[in-house]
């Protein structure tokens, strides 16, 4: 089966570092990713990565955070350095992946979300 498993999350005090990890299992996925929710609001990118290494972050999240995949071992690292209180949220582990489907090899694309990891900083 398909999972995504966080892990890292907890309680932090302001100015500190955290390192999330996300393991996949069951498929080989083409993105991987994180997202945040924090709340009241609504949950939103942080950054991604593609199997072939190209990153994409979140306009907010340049210069803060760092993503980082190991594809040998099917994860996908969230590091942020000088944590803010403004960083609490959910964190939620997101993968892709691609499938032929019908009797047309169509391409689709499923989407897979991990439970999510709760990341509190306190001042």
């Known amino acids: 089966q398909v999972q995504l498993v966080e892990s890292g999350g907890g309680l932090v005090q302001a100015g500190g570092s955290l390192k999330l990890s996300c393991a996949g299992s069951?498929?080989?996925?083409?993105?991987m990713g994180w997202y945040r929710q924090a709340p009241g609001k609504h949950r939103e990118l942080v950054a991604d990565?593609?199997?072939?290494?190209?990153?994409n972050y979140a306009d907010s999240a340049k210069g803060r955070f760092t993503i980082s995949r190991d594809n040998a071992k099917n994860m996908v690292y969230l590091q942020r350095n000088s944590l803010e209180p403004e960083d609490t949220a959910v964190y939620y582990c997101?993968?892709?992946?691609?499938?032929?489907?019908?009797?047309?090899?169509?391409?689709?694309?499923?989407?897979?979300w991990g439970q999510g990891t709760q990341v509190t900083v306190s001042s």
């Open positions: 997101q993968a892709e992946r691609t499938a032929l489907t019908g009797w047309s090899k169509q391409t689709r694309a499923f989407v897979h």
């Open positions: 069951g498929a080989i996925f083409s993105t």
């Open positions: 990565v593609t199997s072939g290494g190209s990153t």
